[in-house]
């Protein structure tokens, strides 16, 4: 079994801040990439940023220069540091993880079950 678990969502005004963490458990051997996607209403998820577990980062056009993503490799643990918040940042966020979970080529995708990110104008 594995687990994905995020936190830190919340209700920020415009031009505010908020770190999100997710953190993936259990049958795990090895996790590649790491990344948040958000889901705004009656639109498809999106990519926000993903990471690899060498540190390589990728960005919405969107987001960039206003977000940061990181990861604990120690702790199985992505984080998305959000600044400069914008009403257009609303949404549900997802955390996806692609992990092995024995020995060989194949992975899996898990994600959590969203965080709520609210911006007021």
């Known amino acids: 079994q594995v687990q994905v678990v995020e936190s830190g969502g919340g209700l920020v005004q415009a031009g505010g801040s908020l770190r999100l963490s997710c953190a993936a458990s259990?049958?795990?051997?090895?996790?590649?990439?790491m990344g948040w996607y958000r889901q705004a209403p009656g639109k498809q998820r999106e990519l926000v940023a993903t990471?690899?577990?060498?540190?390589?980062?990728n960005y919405a056009d969107s987001v960039k220069g206003r977000f940061t993503i990181s990861r604990d490799n120690a702790k199985n643990t992505v984080y998305l540091q959000m600044n400069s918040l914008k009403p257009e940042d609303t949404a549900v966020y997802y955390c996806?993880?692609?992990?092995?979970?024995?020995?060989?080529?194949?992975?899996?995708?898990?994600w959590g079950q969203g965080t709520q990110v609210t911006v007021s104008s």
């Open positions: 996806n993880a692609r992990l092995r979970r024995s020995p060989g080529f194949r992975t899996y995708d898990y």
């Open positions: 990471i690899t577990s060498g540190g390589s980062t």
């Open positions: 259990g049958s795990i051997l090895s996790i590649n990439d």
